[in-house]
């Protein structure tokens, strides 16, 4: 199952199954408690991770002590490549939002495999040239969306990697609290209440604990654009 996950991130897109499995074989395992940090903002680093089992936050905090979510990563998904390319401090806070588990590589294992698999670089800058129109779609939410566009499609997001379907709706397990949900919309958490209170009087969604099920996509996704 391990091996079937890390297929999905970008770094094992364009190998074959031999390189893949040697790849990931080279690659450390770390477990982390829910709420537990696998680095902070400021710390130095060289190691890029993927998510194989439950789901991480990245974060940065403000010289006030405001919290901002970059992004709310699942199984599959890699974040730290930044380090390997730029050695510095660390742009953000990585945080276990459950018990999950992370593969990591070193820049020195991972700069072999740059040297004679060309497939692993194209497959890293995949990942950087995603990350840059993530954060481009985030400046332009910020400038011309207002919080319940912005609400919307976050949970639209949400429900796209950890969702699941049923006869009532998307099941989305995002398993984040309301003051980190506004956080990922860079918006207060009353704002962000009000918009889902509003969804929820309009028949979209329903709210269950760390939860939502989305009754009305299709509206959701107008309210998006």
């Known amino acids: 199952m391990d091996n ?7 770094l094992f897109s364009g190998l074959d199954d031999e390189a893949a499995m040697w790849l990931g074989s080279s690659m450390s395992q770390t477990r982390l408690a829910r709420g537990e ?10 190691r890029l991770y993927v998510v194989t089992e439950g789901k991480i936050k ?19 998904q ?25 593969r990591s590589l070193s820049h020195s294992e991972l700069s072999r495999w740059l040297d004679s698999r060309p497939d692993v670089a194209r497959g890293l800058l995949n990942q950087l040239a995603s990350r ?3 954060a481009n ?18 949970l639209l997001d949400l429900s796209r990697r950890f969702g699941r379907s049923a006869d009532d709706g998307i099941h989305v397990h ?13 918006a207060s958490r009353e704002t962000v209440n009000k ?31």
């Open 78 to 102: 890699m974040f730290g490549e930044l380090s390997l390319f730029d050695p510095g401090p660390r742009s953000a806070t990585a945080t276990a939002v459950t018990d999950a588990t992370i």
């Open 174 to 186: 995002h398993d984040l609290t309301q003051e980190e949900l506004a956080q990922l919309v860079g």
């Open 4 to 10: 079937d996950v890390l297929r999905q991130a970008p």
């Open 195 to 225: 918009a889902l209170s509003d969804f929820v009087a309009r028949g979209w969604l329903r709210l269950e604990p760390r939860s939502v099920v989305l009754l009305n996509v299709e509206r959701l996704q107008h309210r998006a654009r």
């Open 37 to 46: 940090a696998l680095f902070r903002e400021g710390d130095s680093g060289d």
């Open 132 to 134: 840059l129109r993530r």
């Open 58 to 76: 990245l974060g940065r905090t403000s010289a006030d002590g405001r919290e901002n979510l970059l992004a709310i990563l699942g199984p599959g």
């Open 137 to 154: 779609d985030v400046v332009a939410d910020l400038v011309f969306s207002d919080v319940p566009g912005r609400v919307a499609k976050a």
